[in-house]
């Protein structure tokens, strides 16, 4: 069954989020969502979300799904506010809480953050499956980037998170604590193993050297013959090496200290202070 697919492209932090909807019918699933979030000033702002929202509302379809291919360290899920004005139910990887109790740990969290993932409703294993009205969605564990990280194949179209970029691009990152770049290796070598026409839908975008347009939507077919970092066939042993030398080189993203401490959360906020407000740790030295 061929989904059909709605991008949002946010430019602020270069994820695109997706709603991926049934061909016959009108149930639908929200992946990676955006909050928007004014690291200076520390504000939120609801406006990418919204737009999702409207869309949505705008096609008369029902949310059964808000998926998170990982707990991202670039920007701020909006899944709570999605859910409270769609409904659905937030699903992730279950290695979420490896991620929750490396994280829970670096931002000194307590015994009262659990880290048992039941802030989200629903935890993936490999192999696990779900429904999207009569849309079947399939899970890959695709670990590497982060321990947690998944790939959805809902009918011919995979959405793979950060774990590929466009071809142009190449691979995601692997220096975050829990990430391999071997184990993003053979991730990666289990989505290739896909139908060579399956649709690739990739978590960001940041405009390769050359290229002037801003792209989400590549093919396996693609990736195996054109993605600059583990195409045509390159053994692990190079790419190990390149991608290992190339992590070494790149700072840490802006909005990871908050991303982290919200997104483990599955979007909520830490418990407000004796005062009533929120606050966000910036841990010294720890990353």
């Not at 000033?41 to 998170?68: H, N, P, Y």
């Not at 990430?179 to 026409?197: C, N, R, V």
């Not at 053994?235 to 090496?241: K, L, N, S, W």
Request: charged content about 25%.
């Amino acid at each position: 069954m061929k989904p059909i697919v709605k991008a949002f492209f946010d430019e602020q932090t270069n994820t695109v989020s997706y709603v991926v909807r049934e061909p016959d019918g009108t149930a639908c699933a929200l992946i990676d969502s955006v909050l928007d979030f004014d690291h200076a000033a520390g504000r939120t702002d609801t406006r990418s979300a919204d737009k999702m929202i409207a869309w949505v509302k705008a096609e008369g379809l029902r949310v059964e799904w808000i998926l998170e291919s990982h707990v991202h360290a670039d920007h701020l899920s909006a899944a709570p506010y999605l859910q409270e004005h769609l409904g659905g139910k937030i699903g992730i990887g279950a290695n979420i809480t490896l991620v929750q109790d490396t994280f829970g740990k670096v931002f000194n969290e307590g015994t009262e953050f659990q880290r048992d993932g039941s802030q989200f409703d629903a935890l993936f294993n490999e192999g696990d499956s779900f429904h999207i009205g009569q849309l079947r969605g399939d899970v890959l564990h695709t670990p590497g980037h982060t321990p947690a990280c998944l790939t959805y194949v809902i009918g011919d179209a995979a959405f793979v998170g950060d774990t590929l970029f466009m071809p142009d691009f190449g691979t995601a990152r692997c220096d975050f604590p829990g990430g391999s770049s071997e184990a993003l290796f053979q991730s990666i070598q289990k989505i290739l193993t896909l139908p060579h026409e399956t649709r690739i839908f990739v978590g960001h975008d940041y405009k390769a050297p050359g290229r002037d347009d801003y792209a989400w939507e590549t093919t396996v077919g693609e990736q195996k013959a054109l993605n600059i970092h583990i195409g045509q066939g390159r053994p692990i042993e190079d790419f190990v090496a390149m991608r290992d030398a190339r992590d070494a080189t790149l700072s840490m993203p802006r909005l990871i200290l908050p991303s982290l401490q919200v997104n483990m959360r599955a979007g909520q906020m830490p418990d407000a202070d004796t005062d009533g407000n929120v606050y966000l740790k910036v841990p010294i030295n720890k990353l």
